[in-house]
């Protein structure tokens, strides 16, 4: 395409005001190749305030590309802990079966629950609230659970307000007061502060069925029986 020449001196003449090839083409109102653009300004002395432009352009591109970047990342990083999640959606549902919440139930009391000879209770304590309320609900779904049975616990350190800590766990467990024994305060973080921001404590849960410990152990047991044994541990 071929340009007139007061089209081509107009041209130069914002070159040389210090105007970007984009601002040109916009004076213009024309959609000029750079290539052309640059064979016209090759001998133009730019002034100062170009290069001061130029750089502020490019710090501003600068930003909005890091910050595109950022937004780039944040997406890839959701979509990366999302995947799991969508693998695993339809085997966290299996656990409504009674067969699967009873083995999850065992294995949990295995790794979880007190490790004493069978009295007349057994217990489980944790910091974390899921745990205690997956316990509370697999025995429910698994057993003829008797929330009369349930004793709870909070175990603590020395600075912590135990009325606080008690009303935490009542909301977690929806197991009454009445049910609550005494807080059991650890001596030996006396004049320790606690550090941890949001410690909660342990909850400490007692049920008063032995024959339920019995019942999971065995079932615990069988279950390593069959990963042990059947085929032969993967080596």
Not at 16 to 37: C, M, Q, V
């Amino acid at each position: 395409m071929s340009y007139n020449k007061p089209l081509i001196q107009k041209a130069v003449k914002l070159r040389s005001e210090g105007l970007t090839y984009r601002e040109i083409r916009s004076a213009l109102n024309l959609e000029i190749p750079k290539g052309t653009l640059h064979s016209w300004f090759k001998d133009i002395v730019l002034p100062k305030s170009y290069y001061d432009k130029v750089a502020k352009l490019n710090a501003e591109h600068l930003i909005i590309a890091r910050k595109i970047a950022v937004e780039a990342n944040k997406v890839k990083r959701q979509e990366f802990l999302s995947g799991p999640d969508k693998i695993n959606s339809k085997v966290a549902g299996s656990i409504h079966s009674f067969n699967a919440a009873k083995i999850a139930l065992a294995m949990l009391c295995l790794g979880e629950a007190s490790k004493y000879k069978p009295r007349r209770s057994f217990n489980l304590g944790s910091s974390d609230p899921r745990i205690i309320i997956i316990f509370l609900v697999l025995l429910r779904k698994c057993f003829n659970f008797n929330q009369e049975k349930v004793r709870c616990t909070v175990q603590c350190r020395a600075d912590q307000n135990t009325e606080e800590l008690e009303r935490f766990w009542l909301n977690v467990t929806k197991i009454p007061h009445k049910q609550f024994y005494k807080a059991q305060i650890d001596p030996r973080t006396v004049g320790k502060p606690t550090k941890k921001e949001n410690y909660k404590g342990v909850l400490k849960i007692d049920y008063l069925d032995i024959k339920v410990q019995l019942e999971l152990e065995s079932l615990a047991n069988l279950v390593y029986n069959q990963l042990q044994f059947k085929n032969g541990p993967e080596v």
